[in-house]
C-alpha cells in the first residue's frame, strides 16, 4: 500500500502547504517507536521542501519493513481521517479504536504546540478525580519530541531577541524610542578594490548573501565602521527582523553577542555556556538542543557586535575545536570567527575599521563597510525624529544653512544630537555648532535642562549647577577609557562617587543583557559619551598626572603605556590594571582609538569658544595652562609625523602618505578653531605631494581638512582619492580646491559637482577628477564649460551614468578641448551618444583612451572611424560594446588607415 499509493500519500500529507501533518505523523511514530530521534533527524532536515521530506519519510517507513508500514498506515489514518483507500480501509479501519483517547492521538501534535499551561491542566485533572500526583509526575518528566523541544527552544530565543532588540539604547534617561520608528537605512558598501571599480552599495540583505564574498571557505561576516556610524544599530536592526520573521529566515536560530559585555566574563567557558548562559538558556533537554545546533551549523547565525571594544586582541594563534571544552571566553570567540570552532555556523561580526588585524583578515568570507547616512538618509531620520512635520522642516532648513553641522549629520550619532537638541538649534540664541564637541556640549546642555528644575537658559548657569555630575560621570568615563571598559557595576560607580541623582541625568543606561546572571551594570548612551565626559575630567580634575595631556597625544606610539594615573588605580579592579602585550601597529591603534576621541574632544572643550565654560569651576590659569598644553602637543605630534616622511627618489616630487592619525590630528586642530594652531603646525609641512588616498574621510573629515590646509606655506598637490567626500564635503573643501589634484571614487553626484566644477575652472592643479563617482547627464553641461575653460584636463567621466544624451552636451565642450586623453569609459551613451562624440573628437590629437564598456553598437563604430583615422594617439578606443562585422570592418579599415599615416 505504501509503495502503491506513494504519490497520494506525498499529495495528501504536502497539500495544506504546511508541514503540520507530517509533523504529527513523525510524531505518532516516535511515540509509537517506530521511527528514532536520528529517523527524524533526516526526515525533517528544515529548510529543505516538503516533499522531499514526506518522500525520505516513506522511504525510511518502507526499507524498515511492513510492521512500520502498519503502523505508517494508521498514523496517516489518525492525521488525515479523509484519506481512505480501497483494500487498505478495512484493515485500518478493524485495527481502528475511535475512543476519546484516539481522538487525543489524531490532535498530539497540535495539542503539544498550544498546550501552555500544563500545570493548569493537570491541577484541574487532579481536582476531578482522574489523575494522581503519581500520575502528574509522569507527565511531567520530559516527554516531549525533539523536534518540539527544540521549536520550544527557538521561541524562547527569538521572543528574548525581540524583546532586546525593539527599543534603541541613545534614548535613555526617560524617553523610550522603537527602532522601528526610527530606523534609518545606513549607506552600505563593499570595500573599493584598486581595480578602480565604481564602489559598490549594498543592502542589508546582502550582509549575508553572496555579493562580496571574497572567500567561500571562510564563515565571517565583517560589518565595520567609524565610531557612531551605525554598527550596533544595524545588527540590532538584523536581530530585530530575524525575530519577527522578516529576514535572515534561513537561520533557525540567532544568538547575538556584545563583546562589550563578554569582557566582563571572568570564567572559562565553553561554546555551549557561551550560548545558553549569554544568549538564551534552554529550559530543558539542553544536550539535545545543543546536537541540534552542532548537527545543522548551516541554521545558526551567531552576530558578535563591537570586536574592537573586546579587551584582547584577536589572535589565532591558540586553537580550541572541542565545543564542550572550557576556556577564557575571547579564545572561544577567535576560534568561532575562524571557524576551528563550530565550523559553517554563518558569524556577522561589527568592528571599527581599526582593529581588524591582518590576521583577522584572513579568516573573512567578507567585508561590508557601513558609511552612516547618505543626504537623503539624514532627511529621512530627521523627519522620523519629529512628530511635528513643520519642526522636521525647519531642523532641516537650518541643516541647509550650516554645511559644516550638515556634514557632521552623516554620522548616525551626530544626526541623533541634532535631532534631540533641535529646540536649542532653532531658538536662535546661540551660534549653531559647527564642531563635533559643540555638538556633544549642546547634548550636555539639553539633558541637564531636561531634568533640571531651574529653568537656565545662559550657559553659565548651567555648568556650573552641575559640575559635579559632570566631574563624577567625567571620573568613570576616564577610568573605563582608560582600561578598554565599558560596562561599570555599582560599586565602580560608587567609587567614582557616581551617584543615583547623576544616573538621573540620562547618560548612563542599564546595560541590556540576554545573559542568565541578571547583576544590574550601567554603560553610557554611546562609547563616544563616554569619552566626551573623559576629556571633560580632564579638563575639570584637579588631581590628573601632568603627563596625561601628552601621552592622548602619543597613541600613534606603539610602545604608549596606559592613561593611567595613579590616583585612579584605585577604581580599577585588578583584572583591568593587567595591560595586555601590546602586539601589533593596527590593534593597538583600535585600542587607542577611544583615546583619540578623547583627546579630540579635549582639543574642543579647551577651545577658546567653550572655555568660559570651565572658567565658572576651574582657575582661569589652570584652564589655560592645559589649553596652551594640548595646543603643543598637538603641533609636536604633527611635526613629529611630518619628520618621519623619508626623502624623496632624485628626480621625484617629495610626496606624504598620510596615515590615519594625520587625519585625527587635523580633526583636533579643527575642534581647537584657532588659526594661530592651524598656522603653526602647518608651517612645518614641507612636501609638495600630499596623498590622502583610501583614508576614510568622509564630510567631517573634509571640513577639518579645509580648515587646516588653507594654512598651507606652499600648495601641494593633494590626492583624496578613495574615500566618501560625498557632495557635503566636496563643498567643504571648495576653499582648498586649487591644491586638489584628483577625487575619483568619492560618491560625488550632480547635486556637489556644480559648485565644484565653478571652482574648477579656476584651479590649473585640477587636472584628473570624477571618475568612479556618481554623475548623470544632469551635470554634463557643466562639464561642457570646463572643457572649453581649461587645457590641461586629462581624464574625465570614466564609471560613472552619462547617456547619450549627456555625451552630446559634452561633445560641445570637446570640440574646444585638446588635453583629454581618458574619456566616457564605464558609462552608457551607446550609439547615439558616439556619433556626437566621434563629431564633436574628429581632430582629437591627445586621446588614450575612449568608451570602452558604453554599448556601443555598429552605428557609433562607423561614426568613430573618423576619429580613428587621424588620431595617433589611441591606444584603446571600444572594448567591451556590442559591435558586430559590419562595424568591425570599418574599424579595422580606419586603423590601416592610421597605421599608414
Ligand atoms: N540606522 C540608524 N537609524 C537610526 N538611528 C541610528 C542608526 N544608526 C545609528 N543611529 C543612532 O546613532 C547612535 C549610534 O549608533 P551605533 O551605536 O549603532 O554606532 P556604532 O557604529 O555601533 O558606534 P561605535 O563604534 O562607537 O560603537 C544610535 O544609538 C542611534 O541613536
Not at 510492521?67 to 481521517?81: H, N
Not at 578594490?193 to 565571517?220: F, H, K, M, P, Q
Not at 623619508?646 to 592619525?661: F, L, N, R, W, Y
Request: hydrophobic share 40%; aromatic share 8%.
Amino acid at each position: 500500500f505504501v509503495l502503491r499509493q506513494r504519490v497520494d500519500i506525498v499529495n495528501a500529507l504536502c497539500r495544506s502547504g504546511s508541514s503540520e501533518y507530517l509533523e504529527s505523523v513523525l510524531d505518532i511514530l516516535l511515540s509509537q517507536e517506530q521511527l528514532t530521534w536520528e529517523d527524524y533527524q533526516n526526515i525533517l532536515v528544515p529548510g529543505r521542501s516538503l516533499h522531499t521530506n514526506t518522500r525520505q519519510l516513506l522511504d525510511l517507513v518502507f526499507s524498515k519493513g511492513v510492521e512500520p508500514c502498519m503502523y505508517l498506515m494508521t498514523a496517516l489514518q489518525q492525521v488525515l481521517p479523509k484519506f481512505t483507500r480501497a483494500g487498505s480501509n478495512e484493515n485500518i479501519n478493524e485495527e481502528r479504536d475511535v475512543t476519546s483517547a484516539h481522538a487525543l492521538m489524531t490532535q498530539r501534535a497540535r495539542l503539544v504546540r498550544e498546550l501552555k499551561d500544563v500545570d493548569g491542566l493537570l491541577d484541574a485533572l487532579v481536582a476531578s478525580g482522574h489523575f494522581s500526583s503519581l500520575d502528574c509526575d509522569v507527565v511531567k518528566l520530559p516527554t516531549r519530541t525533539p523536534s518540539q523541544q527544540f521549536s520550544r527552544y527557538q521561541k524562547k530565543l527569538s521572543s528574548s531577541v525581540l524583546a532586546q532588540s525593539s527599543f534603541v539604547g541613545t534614548y535613555g534617561g526617560g524617553s523610550v524610542m522603537r527602532l522601528d520608528d526610527i530606523y534609518t537605512e545606513g549607506q552600505l558598501e563593499l570595500p573599493q578594490d584598486l581595480s578602480e571599480a565604481n564602489c559598490v552599495c549594498v543592502t542589508l540583505e546582502d550582509i549575508i548573501g553572496v555579493v562580496g564574498t571574497v572567500n567561500t571557505e571562510a564563515d565571517t561576516v565583517l560589518l565595520s565602521g567609524d565610531a557612531g556610524s551605525g554598527k550596533s544599530t544595524l545588527l540590532q536592526r538584523l536581530h530585530l527582523l530575524w525575530a519577527r520573521g522578516a529576514a535572515l529566515q534561513e537561520f533557525l536560530l540567532l544568538f547575538p553577542f556584545s563583546c562589550r559585555r563578554l569582557n566582563s566574563e571572568q570564567r572559562e567557558l565553553s561554546v555551549i555556556d557561551l550560548l545558553f548562559q549569554h544568549c538564551c538558556w534552554p529550559d530543558r533537554d539542553k544536550d539535545e538542543i545543543f546536537q541540534f545546533i552542532l548537527d545543522n551549523p548551516h541554521l545558526i547565525l551567531f552576530t558578535f557586535d563591537g570586536l574592537d571594544e573586546l579587551k584582547d586582541t584577536f589572535s589565532d594563534e591558540q586553537r580550541l575545536c572541542c565545543p564542550t571544552q572550557c576556556a577564557p571566553v575571547p579564545i572561544v570567540l577567535f576560534n568561532l570567527l575562524q571557524g576551528c570552532l563550530m565550523k559553517g555556523v554563518r558569524k556577522i561580526v561589527s568592528s571599527r575599521p581599526q582593529a581588524v588585524s591582518p590576521a583577522l583578515k584572513k579568516h573573512l568570507r567578507k567585508e561590508v563597510i557601513l558609511k552612516g547616512f547618505s543626504p537623503s538618509g539624514i532627511d529621512s531620520f530627521v523627519r522620523k525624529h519629529h512628530n511635528d512635520p513643520t519642526v522636521a522642516v525647519k531642523v532641516l532648513q537650518s541643516l541647509k544653512t550650516n554645511r559644516a553641522l550638515l556634514g557632521l549629520c552623516h554620522s548616525p550619532v551626530l544626526c541623533w544630537i541634532v535631532s534631540q537638541c533641535h529646540k536649542e538649534l532653532l531658538d536662535g540664541h546661540e551660534e549653531s555648532p559647527k564642531t563635533i564637541t559643540h555638538a556633544y556640549l549642546m547634548i550636555l546642555q539639553h539633558f541637564f535642562q531636561r531634568h533640571s528644575s531651574v529653568n537656565t537658559t545662559d550657559g553659565l548657569s548651567w555648568m556650573l549647577q552641575h559640575h559635579t555630575t559632570v566631574l563624577h560621570l567625567g571620573q568613570l568615563a576616564f577610568v573605563g577609557i582608560n582600561c578598554s571598559a565599558y560596562v561599570f557595576s555599582q560599586a565602580e560607580l560608587n567609587k567614582c562617587g557616581v551617584t543615583e541623582m547623576d544616573v538621573g541625568s540620562g547618560f548612563l543606561i542599564q546595560s541590556k543583557s540576554m545573559s542568565s546572571n541578571h547583576i544590574k551594570t550601567f554603560e553610557f548612551l554611546h562609547v563616544t559619551i563616554q569619552c566626551f565626559f573623559a576629556a571633560a575630567f580632564i579638563v575639570l580634575s584637579t588631581t590628573i598626572e601632568h603627563c596625561t595631556i601628552p601621552r592622548l597625544f602619543k597613541t600613534q606610539d606603539p610602545l604608549m603605556a596606559p592613561l593611567g594615573s595613579t590616583c585612579f588605580h584605585g577604581c580599577l579592579s585588578s583584572s583591568e590594571q593587567q595591560q595586555k602585550p601590546l602586539d601589533d601597529r593596527d590593534t593597538i591603534e583600535a585600542k587607542h582609538q577611544n583615546i583619540q576621541i578623547t583627546a579630540m574632544f579635549l582639543c574642543g572643550l579647551l577651545s577658546q569658544r567653550h572655555q568660559f565654560l570651565w572658567l565658572q569651576c576651574c582657575s582661569r590659569a589652570n584652564i589655560e595652562k592645559r589649553a596652551k598644553l594640548v595646543a603643543k602637543c598637538l603641533s609636536k605630534s604633527l611635526h613629529k609625523h611630518f619628520k618621519s616622511i623619508p626623502q624623496p627618489v632624485q628626480g621625484e616630487k617629495k610626496s606624504m602618505h598620510a596615515m590615519p592619525g594625520f587625519v585625527w590630528l587635523i580633526k583636533c586642530i579643527y575642534e581647537m578653531q584657532e588659526s594661530a594652531v592651524a598656522k603653526d603646525a602647518m608651517s612645518k609641512m614641507d612636501v609638495q605631494h600630499l596623498k590622502l588616498t583610501y583614508c576614510n574621510i568622509g564630510p567631517v573629515e573634509c571640513t577639518a581638512l579645509a580648515y587646516v590646509l588653507q594654512h598651507l606655506k606652499n600648495p601641494v598637490g593633494l590626492q583624496l582619492d578613495y574615500n566618501s567626500a560625498g557632495d557635503v564635503g566636496i563643498e567643504q573643501l571648495l576653499p582648498c580646491l586649487h591644491i586638489c589634484q584628483s577625487l575619483r571614487n568619492n560618491n560625488i553626484s550632480d547635486e556637489g559637482i556644480s559648485k565644484l566644477i565653478t571652482k574648477g575652472i579656476l584651479c590649473e592643479n585640477f587636472q584628473k577628477i570624477l571618475f568612479n563617482n556618481k554623475l548623470t547627464d544632469n551635470s554634463m553641461k557643466y562639464f561642457s564649460e570646463l572643457l572649453k575653460n581649461r587645457q590641461n584636463f586629462f581624464a574625465l567621466l570614466g564609471n560613472n551614468n552619462i547617456s547619450a544624451e549627456g555625451a552630446k552636451q559634452l561633445a560641445e565642450g570637446l570640440k574646444l578641448n585638446h588635453s583629454l586623453k581618458y574619456l566616457l569609459w564605464g558609462n552608457k551613451i551607446g550609439d547615439t551618444g558616439a556619433e556626437a562624440l566621434a563629431y564633436a573628437l574628429e581632430n582629437s590629437k591627445s586621446l588614450v583612451w575612449l568608451l570602452v564598456g558604453n554599448g556601443v553598437g555598429n552605428a557609433g563604430a562607423f561614426a568613430l572611424a573618423n576619429v580613428i583615422r587621424n588620431c595617433t594617439s589611441l591606444e584603446e578606443l571600444l572594448t567591451d560594446n556590442c559591435i558586430t562585422r559590419p562595424g568591425v570592418d570599418s574599424l579595422r579599415e580606419a586603423l590601416q588607415h592610421n597605421i599608414r599615416v
